[in-house]
């Protein structure tokens, strides 16, 4: 079974700090990666994807993807109360078809 | 106008009935999928094809079934609607298999409830 692994949360980080969202997957054969961010009954929105090894970084966002260790972070700069949605992780799996594996979420709360 | 639109987006039935839920795209992808997403769990993947002539079972297709009428157009049906089947309901689209057009465009999303 191929799994998607996220920590449910609430992270709570105050407001201006770092949060650090983490996800780990379980093919040494996955080869995309996804951020997705959900508000409340809303629908997932696509903010990073990562391919390589390394660090993206998209405005207040950064993605650091290791694919020996299997995992891949979300990294928001100077959090704001606006950015307190879950996020989710989606992965895709080698031999998955390109399907896309999702996590569970972490709800993130960046306190005033 | 969204680029993945989704009908209806609130529906409350009965068990027993016979619902549909569809689904229409102006991106031009070819692969489209259902989800369901219930609190705690997740999206979960019900079915997803990658042309009209090519449906596939996702993890819980099980009580659900499907029909592509066109490249743009992805239905999703209960033949007889159970109370856990209370969810909503994601449709969403990609173009392809690698890169970039492996991204998944989401539609609003149906929030079903089985009374």
């Known amino acids: 079974q191929k799994e998607v692994e996220q920590n449910s949360g609430p992270l709570s980080v105050p407001e201006g700090a770092i949060a650090s969202l983490n996800c780990t997957y379980s093919?040494?054969?996955?080869?995309?990666f996804f951020w997705y961010r959900q508000y409340s009954g809303k629908s997932p929105e696509l903010i990073m994807f990562?391919?390589?090894?390394g660090d993206k970084e998209d405005g207040r966002f950064t993605a650091q993807l290791n694919k020996a260790s299997q995992y891949v972070s979300l990294l928001i700069r100077d959090s704001q109360p606006s950015d307190s949605p879950t996020y989710l992780c989606?992965?895709?799996?080698?031999?998955?078809?390109?399907?896309?594996?999702f996590g569970k979420g972490t709800k993130l709360s960046v306190k005033p | 106008d969204a680029d993945v639109t989704q009908t209806p987006r609130n529906r409350i039935t009965k068990t027993g009935k016979r619902i549909m839920l569809e689904c229409s795209q102006t991106?031009?992808?070819?692969?489209m999928y259902w989800y369901r997403q219930d609190p705690g769990l997740g999206l979960r993947l019900i079915y997803y094809s990658f042309d009209v002539k090519d449906i596939n079972k996702g993890e819980i297709s099980d009580g659900y079934s499907v029909s592509r009428q066109a490249q743009a157009k992805f239905s999703l049906s209960l033949e007889s609607a159970i109370p856990n089947q209370t969810a909503l309901y994601f449709c969403a689209t990609s173009e392809g298999f690698a890169g970039t057009k492996n991204i998944q465009y989401f539609g609003a999303g149906t929030r079903l409830s089985v009374l």
């Open positions: 990562i391919y390589s090894n």
């Open positions: 989606a992965v895709r799996h080698g031999g998955s078809q390109g399907n896309l594996i």
């Open positions: 093919d040494r054969g996955s080869q995309s």
């Open positions: 991106k031009g992808h070819d692969r």
